[in-house]
């Protein structure tokens, strides 16, 4: 590319060549860095063809909401955002799910992630209003606006050791303070490329390059001029959804220390379900941070990000499962729901794993981790069928009080 034609944009979130517009382009745009009362109005525009087939999505009954409404709390805003939240994942065809965020798509990715801040944030919150969802949405728009007259986002990726707080991981908060994890940054980049392509600016085919590792920035590139070592870098309409959710469920699992990776077995653990052996002895410093947690848990405290949220895991999860992603998601929700005394909910998502995970005929697995995990499955629904025989399904006292509205600190 020649200068005459092109810029190329570097800023601390973003780099970016883009071909410059004609004056005449850029005369409908304001100067000023803030879109005023005169600009005109940016109209989000979402894909009507295709019709693709609707997701089924089956009555699986999730017991987040239900067990909150039992204890008091009202979750109107949060089921309303639930919705939303279902009414978009269900536009998403088989060739939706691995079609570019690059490209225009029948599914609007901004809206659905304040759908899931929206939901999150009502959990947390109880406040009498909603998210304002569709004000946040006018404010992802005006950043559109804004690249075009100055060619920078003015966004930054958060550091290392924030990228678990949650204004990194909700998109309305990452509006706010413009510093996100690399997912949030690469999916506001895309809406202002979309905006960009539909304004005729862009006249090439333009692909976001995803970062895996902690310190990289999302940047665009001319999708031509594209190597093979970027496939594994494009970020697909799943697998951004997938990130966003995954990025929650990490950051508020409420066992946050444990010496496996997974937290599945950190979860088990909790619940001494797992043999101390091949390595997996917890340390004295792992013991006590794994039962002050479930104290924690047990009195209904609302922890910090950095040990955990039951709510919002819960929901990260649930929300995994509505997407159909690895039927793993189901399993690790059911170790959270017998964390929170919900025994029978907690057996019929552990025998819904086995069904799916037997309906896959995948071959058995050889690693060491894997089979830790399909005997503490096992080792679970053997504890939840005796519960079951001995109690019957009433739900322990401090289920009320776990999920109760209790705001201890700590």
Same mark, same amino acid.
């Given at each position: 590319?020649?200068?005459?034609?092109?810029?190329?944009?570097?800023?601390?979130?973003?780099?970016?060549?883009?071909?410059?517009?004609?004056?005449?382009?850029?005369?409908?745009?304001?100067?000023?860095?803030?879109?005023?009362?005169?600009?005109?109005?940016?109209?989000?525009?979402?894909?009507?063809?295709?019709?693709?087939?609707?997701?089924?999505?089956?009555?699986?009954?999730?017991?987040?909401?239900?067990? #909150?409404?039992?204890?008091?709390?009202?979750?109107?805003?949060?089921?309303? &955002?639930?919705?939303?939240?279902?009414?978009?994942?269900?536009?998403?065809?088989?060739?939706?799910?691995? *079609?570019?965020?690059?490209?225009?798509?029948?599914?609007?990715?901004?809206?659905?992630?304040?759908?899931?801040?929206?939901?999150?944030?009502?959990?947390?919150?109880?406040?009498?209003?909603?998210?304002?969802?569709?004000?946040?949405? !006018?404010?992802?728009?005006?950043?559109?606006?804004?690249?075009?007259?100055?060619?920078?986002?003015?966004?930054?990726?958060?550091? &290392?050791?924030?990228?678990?707080?949650?204004?990194?991981?909700? #998109?309305?908060?990452?509006?706010?303070?413009?510093?996100?994890?690399?997912?949030?940054?690469?999916?506001?980049?895309?809406?202002?490329?979309?905006?960009?392509? #539909?304004?005729?600016?862009?006249?090439?085919?333009?692909?976001?390059?995803? %970062?895996?590792? %902690?310190?990289? @920035?999302?940047?665009?590139?001319?999708?031509?001029?594209?190597? !093979?070592?970027?496939?594994?870098?494009?970020?697909?309409?799943?697998?951004?959804?997938?990130?966003?959710?995954?990025?929650?469920?990490?950051?508020?699992?409420?066992?946050?220390?444990?010496?496996?990776?997974? @937290?599945? @077995?950190?979860?088990?653990?909790?619940?001494?379900?797992?043999?101390?052996?091949?390595?997996?002895?917890?340390?004295?410093?792992?013991? /006590?941070?794994?039962?002050?947690?479930?104290?924690?848990?047990?009195?209904?405290?609302? *922890?910090?990000?950095?040990?955990?949220?039951?709510?919002? /895991?819960?929901?990260?999860?649930?929300?995994?499962?509505?997407?159909?992603?690895?039927?793993?998601?189901?399993?690790?929700?059911?170790?959270? #729901?017998?964390?929170?005394? =919900?025994?029978?909910?907690?057996?019929?998502?552990?025998? =819904?794993?086995?069904?799916?995970?037997?309906?896959?005929?995948?071959?058995?697995?050889?690693?060491?981790?894997?089979?830790?995990?399909?005997?503490?499955?096992?080792?679970?629904?053997?504890?939840?069928?005796?519960? &079951?025989?001995? !109690?019957?399904?009433?739900?322990?006292?401090?289920?009320?009080?776990? @999920?109760?509205?209790?705001? !201890?600190?700590?």
């Amino acid at each position: 590319m020649s200068s005459a034609s092109s810029v190329l944009v570097a800023s601390s979130s973003f780099l970016y060549w883009i071909r410059k517009p004609s004056p005449f382009k850029f005369s409908k745009f304001p100067s000023t860095p803030s879109v005023t009362p005169s600009s005109p109005k940016c109209y989000r525009v979402v894909c009507r063809g295709g019709s693709p087939q609707p997701a089924s999505f089956p009555d699986l009954s999730f017991a987040l909401h239900d067990a #909150l409404e039992s204890t008091g709390i009202d979750t109107s805003h949060a089921r309303e &955002a639930r919705k939303s939240f279902v009414s978009q994942i269900k536009k998403l065809s088989d060739i939706e799910r691995e *079609t570019s965020i690059c490209i225009n798509r029948c599914v609007d990715l901004g809206r659905t992630s304040l759908f899931i801040a929206a939901e999150d944030d009502s959990l947390i919150s109880h406040s009498s209003v909603p998210l304002p969802v569709d004000a946040f949405l !006018e404010r992802l728009d005006d950043l559109s606006m804004g690249y075009c007259s100055h060619y920078n986002s003015g966004f930054r990726r958060s550091t &290392a050791k924030n990228q678990a707080e949650p204004q990194a991981l909700d #998109l309305h908060s990452v509006l706010t303070h413009r510093s996100g994890s690399a997912v949030m940054l690469s999916l506001i980049h895309s809406e202002i490329l979309k905006m960009l392509r #539909l304004w005729g600016l862009l006249d090439f085919d333009v692909e976001i390059f995803f %970062p895996h590792d %902690p310190h990289g @920035l999302p940047r665009a590139y001319d999708k031509q001029k594209s190597k !093979e070592s970027d496939q594994p870098h494009i970020m697909t309409v799943q697998m951004l959804l997938e990130e966003i959710l995954r990025n929650l469920k990490d950051a508020f699992w409420p066992f946050q220390r444990g010496a496996a990776d997974s @937290l599945f @077995l950190r979860a088990a653990n909790a619940a001494n379900c797992i043999d101390k052996f091949n390595g997996f002895e917890d340390s004295g410093y792992q013991l /006590a941070s794994t039962k002050a947690a479930q104290r924690r848990l047990d009195r209904g405290v609302w *922890t910090s990000v950095h040990f955990g949220y039951m709510r919002r /895991a819960l929901s990260a999860c649930e929300r995994l499962i509505l997407l159909r992603t690895d039927p793993k998601e189901t399993r690790d929700y059911s170790i959270l #729901l017998y964390h929170c005394g =919900l025994y029978e909910q907690a057996l019929k998502f552990l025998k =819904l794993y086995q069904d799916m995970k037997s309906s896959s005929a995948q071959n058995p697995s050889t690693d060491p981790v894997s089979n830790l995990e399909e005997d503490a499955v096992k080792k679970l629904i053997v504890r939840l069928n005796l519960i &079951a025989m001995e !109690e019957g399904w009433t739900r322990p006292w401090y289920v009320r009080n776990y @999920l109760g509205n209790n705001s !201890e600190p700590w």
